[in-house]
């Protein structure tokens, strides 16, 4: 991964958000949840954060998203609603759509079984970090927090020229204002409505 930190040439003022918890904290807090619910989970560190602490202006770990247990009721329910959405793109030929359909099926089930991974997320100077990966901020249109607690705490980013337009990053424990301070210094914020594939999230609770 390049790494530049180009915006903090910018001389931003940005603030310092102090850590809400330990992570000695967290992980045993997701230590005893996953054991309790008996799911297995994989936590995946961000080599950036170790590499250029310097450069993380907040961080925070969790789950990729909330773990429900599904019964073959949920299975059943699940694909009759997919199948239905993609005979209804079918007729009304609309192509991308029931692609959208098939691969937010697909996604979504491979997340399922391979259960939740705790992922490290940050926002940086370079972009927002998750896991491996960094958003640039460059490539980013605008952002919105979604927040009602306790089921729904994230930041929905609009991306530039991007298939999925829309990325959800799940903000956690985090207080949204500071996290919106900190944003608001590198992407400009604009109101969002829920989106299809957040609304599948939702509505499949995956």
């Known amino acids: 991964m390049e790494h ?7 001389n931003y003022k940005v603030k310092e958000i102090d ?6 904290d967290i ?14 989970y994989t936590v995946e560190e961000s080599h950036y ?4 602490p310097e450069d993380v202006i ?3 770990r969790g789950p990729e998203h909330t773990h429900h247990p599904k019964g073959k009721h949920w299975y059943l329910i699940a694909a009759l609603v997919l199948a239905g959405l993609i005979i209804y793109a079918i007729i009304t030929s ?3 759509f029931a692609f959208i359909i098939i691969l937010a099926g697909f996604v979504g089930f491979l997340m399922i079984e391979r259960g939740p991974r705790v992922r490290d997320y940050a926002i940086t100077y ?3 970090v998750v896991g491996d990966q960094i958003y640039d901020f460059d490539d980013m249109d605008s952002f919105w927090i979604f927040y009602e607690p306790p089921h729904t705490r994230l930041i929905s980013l609009h991306m530039k020229g991007k298939m999925v337009p829309y990325i959800h990053i799940p ?19 604009k109101k969002q409505q829920p989106d299809f594939l957040y609304s599948m999230e939702q509505f499949f609770r995956i």
């Not at 530049?4 to 910018?10: M, R």
């Not at 954060?49 to 250029?52: A, G, N, Q, S, V």
């Open 94 to 96: 609309n192509i991308l």
């Open 49 to 52: 954060m170790r590499e250029h």
């Open 4 to 10: 530049n930190a180009k915006h903090k040439t910018k």
């Open 27 to 40: 992980d045993e807090q997701l230590e005893r949840d996953y054991q309790h619910k008996g799911v297995k």
């Open 126 to 128: 370079d972009g927002i």
């Open 171 to 189: 903000l956690h424990q985090l207080d949204p204002v500071d996290v919106r301070e900190a944003l608001l210094q590198f992407v400009p914020e």
């Open 58 to 60: 907040v961080s925070w």
């Open 19 to 24: 850590k809400l918890y330990t992570q000695h």
